[in-house]
């Protein structure tokens, strides 16, 4: 009750929004909880009531105030051909707000695959150049929680510990938390027991489809994707892509769009 709320200043590059449309839905804890008694979410371009110079004058003050004390969370990446011309926020290409906004950062964190790993606009051929932030900010470590989205309950989580605990949660060596990347969809997915016995869908709609036997010969990347989906599950644990019917794409890896085509193997 007497702890000062983190401050948060929250960046958006070349994305889609899904991220912050996950974040919003988290039900363990409530986003409400996250923003009321544990953050201060003192910039989000998307989330903010301000805008023009207001927002940018907020966004400045909290930069000079909170000097090593803010989290930077960045959703999207930044394009860097062009000068950065195909993504201008403010007036500037965002990648020098990025630079900027990472250097007096206490820690920073990548949401998504967007700044992760880079996602769909870094696919081939990539025309903007887009990078991940970690190729842009590389003189501390920057905590990547890839998904496209990730999971909301996964986004809060981070912060939770980052906040009770006044630390960074342990990585693995793609800078991943461990407490929710250690494991591969297929090591708790519920078809698992259908994959020992040779039991799988070989087209969408024959009898095993019907009948949920494992999807792996219709694409499913659960085999080789880190992620927490079937174990935390998606909208406060009721589902997830193979629970309704649909095989793993690998959101959540490095290069997935290009690691396709996404229905065969
Ligand atoms: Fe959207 Fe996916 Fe990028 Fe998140 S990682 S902003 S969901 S494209
Ligand atoms: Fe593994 Fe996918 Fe089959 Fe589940 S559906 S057991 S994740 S291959
Ligand atoms: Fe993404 Fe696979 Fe989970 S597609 S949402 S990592 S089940």
Redesign the pocket.
């Known amino acids: 009750e007497t702890k000062p709320r983190l401050p948060v200043v929250w960046l958006h590059g070349l994305e889609c929004t899904c991220c912050s449309e996950s974040f919003i839905r988290s039900g363990h804890p409530l986003v409400k909880d996250v923003l009321l008694s544990m953050i201060s979410l003192d910039y989000d371009d998307t989330l903010m009531a301000a805008s023009g110079e207001q927002a940018e004058k907020s966004l400045r003050q909290t930069i000079e105030d909170y000097k090593g004390k803010y989290l930077l969370a960045v959703e999207g990446n930044p394009p860097t051909k062009e000068e950065g011309m195909f993504c201008i926020v403010g007036g500037k290409p965002f990648i020098e707000q990025l630079r900027w906004a990472a250097k007096d950062a206490k820690a920073i964190i990548a949401w998504g695959s967007c700044a992760s790993s880079g996602c769909v606009q870094a696919a081939k051929p990539n025309p903007t150049g887009a990078v991940p932030i970690h190729e842009v900010i590389k003189d501390k470590p920057v905590i990547r929680i890839p998904?496209?989205p990730p999971i909301a309950e996964v986004m809060t989580g981070i912060i939770t510990y980052m906040v009770t605990f006044d630390r960074l949660p342990e990585l693995d060596f793609r800078n991943r938390p461990k407490m929710f990347y250690s494991q591969r969809?297929h090591d708790k997915c519920y078809r698992r027991g259908h994959f020992d016995a040779g039991q799988f869908v070989e087209r969408w709609d024959d009898e095993g489809a019907k009948k949920g036997y494992c999807l792996y010969k219709v694409g499913c990347?659960?085999p080789t994707?880190y992620?927490g989906?079937?174990t935390t599950r998606?909208n406060g644990g009721v589902s997830?892509?193979?629970q309704a019917g649909h095989g793993?794409?690998?959101?959540?890896e490095d290069g997935f769009w290009d690691n396709g085509p996404f229905y065969s193997r």
């Open positions: 998904g496209c969809i990347r659960g994707t992620n989906c079937s998606w997830f892509p193979i793993c794409i690998g959101c959540s």
